[in-house]
């Protein structure tokens, strides 16, 4: 029977092939840190090639640098939505693949961005991304949902948060092949030599085209994962070979399942279950019922990733801007010696605040839970934000440039140990096998939306002369702290804790509405509200 099936998955100790999966499953998330923290550091290297005229100095306009992370979140929003939605219907396997394929087939065809002319060759490496987008987006909600769906009850947050750390490591390799990169073509040019165009151009094709070696040597562990239990029990209803699937890689002990034994879906999750087929009726998507049901929690997830997205892209995105005036060299014409001390600084705050913060989730995630890691995630980056932003002027004093640095490095680990992570948890949760997937991109293509918002906006709201006009720093500085309260009150007033529960506990409204949460309270006093006036006027007729 499948209750026997899911509550095997839920009481499975940790084995081998749970860390087997966090690193295929993560290498994903490693594919989308690397893209994405690589553009601005390759982008010192493509002024140097393209915009080496008068009138750029060497320096890719703002506006050119965010529309090429805007196009590549943009394809994310479109992988998301449509991997999200093939992984309920065909499979999480079927899918999980391709997406895969596209991802190493866009890293290695930026690498080869067609044409001499800077139009063209833009042009073309937007098109790359646009599709690098597309892969790394499907991968978001089928990396998760298969997490979810292998782990038990009591480790699942840290497993699920453990595949999204592969996001720090993914920045730090960025990083260090970007150093690694420009330290040995700066060498062979004959520093101090002025570098060739011809090889600046071959550097950072090279530093893109690197990006799709993890992600190409997992391809083979992801064709052979089999489709995980839940969804061959819950969704395909055959629940002998979920049994079967489950015995390849875990070692549970579970008596023989006879292959014509019959799963009723109706029937109603007890408190008593840890794991049972959930669904109440067989409603679709796109209905009253599940809007009825799931319709809050799905815009509790999306509310929230969309709020952290604005923060921590914008945050990433354009960080050698922020502390760029004070921390950076000054301007040279050596491409090579500019793009090595951004990734120096990028790999230290890697190292000293985004990793630290993603280990410290996987390790408080299912101690603390996931709603108060949130909130204290967005109140903390608030805090920072407003700390490092108000007085962001006065930090260029010569002995304020370190306590400026440590804040800042404080809007990352906060954000890792707080709401980039669990809003990528959580709606792996909730929902209910069969639109588990579907809701989780849904969740992640909002978040997306939020990231572009912030890449797109964040040019406006500082102007290109910053360096001389410090004080207009502050303004995106206090709008992103701005969001982050309002990400905490939203957390608080609608997100739900999932924390110790099964899957099929977790997507019952009844059971989990009220745990610990400000929801909770909303709902229990619009129940007050509504009920105490009939009681009293029963108890009036009573004493009457």
């Not at 030599?193 to 950072?204: G, I, Q, T």
């Not at 064709?223 to 395909?236: G, I, K």
């Not at 709020?307 to 004070?326: A, E, H, K, T």
Request: one cysteine or more; proline letters at 5%.
């Amino acid at each position: 029977m499948a209750l026997k099936v899911l509550s095997s998955l839920d009481t499975a100790k940790i084995q081998y092939y749970h860390f087997k999966a966090i690193i295929i499953a993560g290498m994903g998330l490693f594919t989308d840190a690397y893209d994405l923290f690589s553009i601005p550091l390759i982008m010192k290297l493509i002024g140097s090639v393209y915009y080496a005229g008068p009138a750029h100095d060497q320096q890719v306009p703002a506006l050119v640098t965010s529309a090429m992370g805007a196009i590549a979140l943009l394809g994310t929003v479109i992988g998301q939505l449509v991997f999200g939605r093939l992984g309920d219907l065909l499979g999480r396997r079927k899918v999980y693949v391709f997406a895969l394929l596209i991802m190493v087939f866009s890293s290695v065809g930026c690498g080869f961005s067609m044409g001499r002319g800077r139009t063209c060759v833009l042009l073309s490496l937007g098109l790359f991304r646009f599709s690098l987008g597309i892969g790394i987006g499907g991968d978001y909600p089928l990396s998760a949902t298969i997490m979810s769906e292998f782990a038990n009850k009591r480790t699942r947050g840290g497993f699920i948060a453990a595949v999204f750390s592969m996001q720090g490591f993914g920045i730090l390799a960025s990083s260090t092949v970007t150093m690694v990169v420009c330290a040995v073509f700066n060498s062979a040019s004959g520093y101090p030599k002025k570098p060739s165009p011809e090889m600046v151009d071959l550097a950072w094709r090279l530093i893109l085209m690197i990006g799709a070696i993890p992600a190409g040597l997992t391809c083979y562990w992801r064709m052979m994962m089999p489709e995980t239990p839940r969804y061959t029990a819950l969704v395909e209803k055959n629940v002998a070979q979920a049994a079967k699937d489950m015995r390849k890689v875990l070692r549970v002990p579970m008596s023989p399942i006879p292959e014509d034994q019959e799963y009723d879906e109706k029937v109603p999750i007890t408190p008593t279950a840890s794991a049972n087929p959930a669904s109440s009726s067989d409603y679709p998507l796109l209905s009253k019922e599940f809007l009825a049901r799931h319709g809050r929690d799905l815009f509790s997830c999306a509310l929230a990733w969309f709020l952290v997205d604005v923060v921590f892209y914008s945050n990433s995105f354009f960080q050698s801007q922020i502390y760029g005036p004070q921390y950076l060299p000054p301007h040279n014409k050596n491409a090579y010696e500019e793009a090595f001390q951004v990734a120096k600084l990028q790999a230290i705050l890697a190292i000293c605040s985004a990793i630290p913060g993603y280990f410290a989730a996987v390790f408080f995630i299912d101690r603390i839970g996931r709603v108060t890691i949130q909130i204290g995630g967005f109140f903390f980056m608030a805090i920072v934000l407003f700390a490092i932003g108000i007085p962001y002027y006065s930090y260029w004093d010569r002995h304020a440039k370190a306590g400026f640095m440590f804040l800042y490095a404080l809007t990352f680990f906060f954000s890792n140990f707080g709401p980039n992570t669990t809003t990528f948890i959580v709606p792996a949760e909730l929902f209910p096998a069969r639109f588990r997937s579907t809701c989780h991109g849904i969740s992640g293509a909002a978040g997306k939306l939020g990231a572009i918002v912030g890449v797109v906006a964040f040019p406006w709201a500082s102007p290109d002369n910053y360096h001389q006009q410090g004080i207009r720093m502050i303004v995106p500085l206090v709008l992103l702290g701005l969001v982050s309260l309002v990400g905490c009150i939203t957390t608080y007033l609608f997100t739900r804790e999932t924390m110790g529960r099964s899957l099929e506990e977790n997507e019952n409204e009844d059971q989990a509405s009220g745990s610990g949460t400000g929801w909770g309270l909303v709902r229990h006093f619009s129940f007050t509200r509504c009920s105490l006036p009939k009681l009293c006027a029963n108890n009036e007729v009573a004493d009457g």
